[in-house]
C-alpha cells in the first residue's frame, strides 16, 4: 500500500470515528506525562511499534484497519481486544484483523513500568499514530 493511500485512510479513519458515537475526552498528546513516575509512555509505544515496523512494514496497515475496527461499532474503546465466543474480535468482519500480538507487546511494555494506568484504547491509537507516522517517513 502506497503513502499517500495510508495516509488517507488515516485522514479518512479519523473523519469515519468522529461520527461513530459520542466522544467525552479528547486525544492529547503527553496526556500521560506526569503520571507514571516520569516514563514516557508513548516512547516505550514508539519504540515497540519502531521495532515491530522494522520486522513487518506491512503491520502498519493492520493497526490502521484495527483501529478501523475497533472504532467503527461503539466507539474507540478497545473491544476488539476482547476475547470470547460472542465478541468483536470473533465478529465475522474481523476474522482477518491482525496485529493484536504488537497492542499485547505494547501494553506489556506500559504496564512493566506504570501499571493499570493507560487504557488498551489508549495503547491502540498510539501504536497506530506511530505506526502510520514511522511508515510516512
Not at 502498519?60 to 474480535?89: P, T, Y
Not at 465475522?92 to 494506568?117: H, M, Q, T, Y
Request: net charge neutral; with cysteine; glycine share 10%.
Amino acid at each position: 500500500m502506497s503513502k499517500p493511500v495510508l495516509a488517507g485512510l488515516a485522514i479518512g479513519l479519523i473523519f469515519m470515528s468522529s461520527f461513530t458515537g459520542q466522544c467525552y475526552g479528547q486525544l492529547q498528546v503527553g496526556f500521560y506525562e506526569g503520571k507514571c513516575s516520569g516514563k514516557n509512555v508513548e516512547a516505550i509505544v514508539g519504540g515497540v511499534i519502531a521495532g515491530w515496523i522494522k520486522k513487518d512494514p506491512t503491520i502498519v496497515a493492520a493497526l490502521l484497519r484495527m483501529q478501523f475496527h475497533d472504532c467503527f461499532v461503539n466507539g474507540c474503546d478497545a473491544s476488539i481486544l476482547l476475547d470470547g465466543s460472542n465478541s468483536e474480535k470473533t465478529a465475522f468482519p474481523n476474522l482477518s484483523v491482525r496485529g493484536f500480538d504488537i497492542i499485547d507487546a505494547a501494553k506489556a511494555a506500559v504496564e512493566a513500568v506504570c501499571p493499570g494506568v493507560v487504557s488498551c484504547a489508549d495503547i491502540i491509537v498510539m501504536a497506530t499514530r506511530d505506526a502510520v507516522s514511522l511508515y510516512h517517513r
